[in-house]
C-alpha cells in the first residue's frame, strides 16, 4: 500500500480520510441533524433539504486533478478490520458492538471472477476519485443509477458513503469524479502508462451535487458498525466540457435501484475495482455470490446484507445487483464493509432512508 493515500475503498472495514469544506458534521446543531434512526425514517424532501443547505456537499472541482497517472496511484485506505462474521449457528453477541451472527446466507467465500473486456460492455460501472484536505488521493467502486425524475437521462452514480465523507467530526472529499468502464480496454493493467483516453474511454464525470445518510456523517468511523447499516450515496454528476449528454445517454444504461428487495430472494452479485493484493485495483471483478445472509450492529435498523466475496479494497461503494421481478438487473446493495480476511463483504439494506436520498437528489 502506498502511504499517502488517504482513502478509498475497503472490504477490512470502513472509512477514509475527511475533505475540509463544510465544517465539521459532529452531532447536533441546530435540530438539523437527526437525533436517531426514527427520525430520519420520517423525513421528507423538505427536511433533506434543510439538511444539505447546512450540511451539505460544497466543493467545486479543481480542474486537471486527474490525469491517468494520478487516477492509477490513487490507493485505498488500509482500514482498521471489522469483526469477523460468527458462524449460523453461533449465539449472538452480547456485546452492543459486535455484529449478530449471520443468517440464511453463505459464509464461505466465494472467489472474486475478472468480468471480461472490453469493460464499456457493462459501462454502469465504474470509479470514484477523490482527495483529501493533506493531499492525498483514493479510490472507490460505482455504479450508474436511473434517475426516477428524469427517465432516461440519468446523471446519478451510486457509492459508499465513506468514499464521500469522512463521517463522524470530519467532512467531505474534494474532487470527486466518476470514470464509467475505467480501464476498460486493459492499457492500464499492471500499472502500465497510459493515455487518459485510455482508462477514462466515457470521459470524466465530475460530482457537482452529493447525497448521503446525516447518520454516515455523525456517526461514521474507521470500524465496522451501526453507521455503516446506512453507508451509502448518491453522486449527480456533470460530463466533460462540452458534452450536453446526459451520463446515461453517454453510456447507454442506467441501473433502477431496488428498495426493500425481499432478501429471501435476492441472488447477488457484486461487482468492484478491489485494489488490494491479490488485486491492483486496475481490472473489475465480480463475485456470483447467491442468497445473502444478514448482520446488524444496532437492531433498529435494517440489518445489513452479507455475501462471500474475496475482493478487497477498492471494491468498496461498488454495487450488489440482483434480478428484479420482471427479469431486469436491480442494484440492491454497495460494498461497504468485510472480513480482514477477505471472505466476506457487507453491504446496507435498502430501503426508506436510502429511497428518500435518491429522491431528494433527483428531485433537487
Known sequence: MRARGVLAALTAAVLLGGVAGCGSDGGPDGGENPRSFAELKHWGFT???????????????????????????APPQQPAPAPESPAPSSPAASSPAAPSPSTGGPTAAVAAQPVPRPYTSYPAS???????????????????VADPAHPGHSNLVWTAAHCVHEGKGGDWYRNLVFVPAYNSSGAASDHHRAALADVAPLGQWWAD????????????????????????????????????????????????????????????????????????????ERCDSGRPGS?????????????GCTMTAGASGGGWFAD???????????????????????????????RQALDYISRK
Open 47 to 73: 427536511e433533506w433539504d434543510r439538511w444539505a443547505q447546512r450540511h451539505g456537499f460544497h466543493n467545486p472541482p479543481v480542474a486537471g486533478v486527474w490525469s491517468a497517472e494520478t487516477m492509477d496511484q
Open 126 to 144: 465504474g470509479k470514484v476519485f477523490m482527495t483529501a484536505p493533506n493531499g492525498g488521493t483514493g479510490q472507490c467502486s460505482a455504479t450508474v
Open 209 to 284: 451535487q452529493v447525497i448521503t445518510s446525516p447518520l454516515w456523517t455523525t456517526e461514521g468511523t474507521r470500524g465496522g458498525d451501526a453507521a455503516n447499516q446506512y453507508d451509502f450515496a448518491v453522486l449527480k454528476v456533470r460530463g466533460p466540457e462540452g458534452e450536453t449528454r446526459s451520463l446515461e445517454e453517454v453510456i447507454g444504461t442506467a441501473v433502477p435501484v431496488w428498495f426493500d428487495a425481499p432478501r429471501e430472494q435476492l441472488a447477488i452479485q457484486a461487482w468492484g475495482y478491489p485494489a488490494v493484493a491479490p488485486f491492483d485495483g486496475q481490472e473489475l
Open 295 to 307: 448482520r446488524s450492529f444496532d437492531a433498529a435498523r435494517p440489518a445489513m446484507l452479507v455475501i
Open 324 to 354: 428484479g421481478p420482471d427479469g431486469r438487473q436491480r442494484l440492491v446493495s454497495n460494498t461497504s464493509i468485510g472480513t480482514s480476511a477477505h471472505t466476506a463483504l457487507n453491504g446496507p439494506y435498502l430501503e426508506g432512508v436510502a
